[in-house]
């Protein structure tokens, strides 16, 4: 068990650059779920995939944001034309099917729009 | 909505003080209730949790007790380390969600 993996740890990006961020979880975990943690703030919600399909979103989640599982495995997380208030860490957690409330988070990845 | 509040940090103790982080929570329904810390550099782990009124978790030396009257579940150790310095969130779930809702955190700092 290597836990889950964030891919980058770290992102600096100019404003209206997109960007993509990759999360593998636990190998036998079914759900993947995505968050962003602002200073001084606890995570909160973006979305959510059970397996490849994503089955809750976020209203944070605006239409610049997209999420995939392709193959019920990993993850992206994409953002288009960033702006400065996108400045967050990007939390990752996943979930096995019989212990659905343990989530099991990566270490995230910053990402700073200059 | 549901909600969590917790006390503001950070908290700054001596080794082996008694913890005490308070945390309250507002829910529409009968919510499960966590305790989660993240070390420096690393991601939000799981401590302890409890699934109905009176219930206590424990982990690690640090306990909570879910007490639906007050609608609490503050988070306390009876002799911290210096290992102990990390931020701890309190967080619920309510029972027909898989989603939690996390408080702000609160950052705890212990010196030698």
């Known amino acids: 068990d290597t836990g889950v993996s964030q891919d980058p740890r770290h992102k600096i990006t100019k404003r209206g650059q997109n960007v993509t961020f990759r999360c593998d979880p636990i190998s036998e975990h079914n759900r993947l779920y995505w968050y962003r943690q602002t200073l001084g703030q606890g995570p909160e919600f973006l979305t959510y995939f059970q397996n490849e399909a994503q089955l809750e979103k976020s209203r944070l989640l605006s239409d610049r944001f997209s999420a995939e599982r392709p193959k019920g495995s990993f993850s992206t997380l994409e953002i288009q034309r960033t702006e400065q208030g996108d400045s967050a860490m990007y939390l990752c957690?996943?979930?096995?099917?019989?212990?659905?409330?343990?989530?099991?988070f990566g270490p995230g990845t910053r990402l700073t729009v200059t | 909505g549901d909600s969590v509040t917790q006390m503001e940090g950070p908290v700054t103790l001596s080794e082996e003080a008694f913890l005490t982080i308070n945390c309250t929570y507002t829910?529409?329904?009968?919510?499960?209730l966590f305790w989660y810390v993240q070390y420096p550099g690393e991601g939000l782990q799981l401590l302890l949790k409890?699934?109905?009124?009176?219930d206590k978790g424990s982990n690690k030396g640090f306990e909570a007790t879910y007490r639906k009257e007050t609608t609490s579940f503050h988070l306390e150790k009876g002799s911290v380390q210096v290992s102990d310095s990390a931020v701890y969130f309190c967080?619920?779930?309510?029972?027909?969600?898989?989603?939690?809702?996390f408080g702000r955190g609160t950052s705890l700092i212990v010196h030698p």
């Open positions: 957690a996943s979930s096995h099917r019989d212990t659905y409330y343990e989530q099991y």
């Open positions: 409890a699934t109905k009124a009176d």
């Open positions: 967080a619920l779930r309510e029972i027909s969600s898989y989603i939690p809702t």
């Open positions: 829910a529409t329904g009968y919510p499960s």
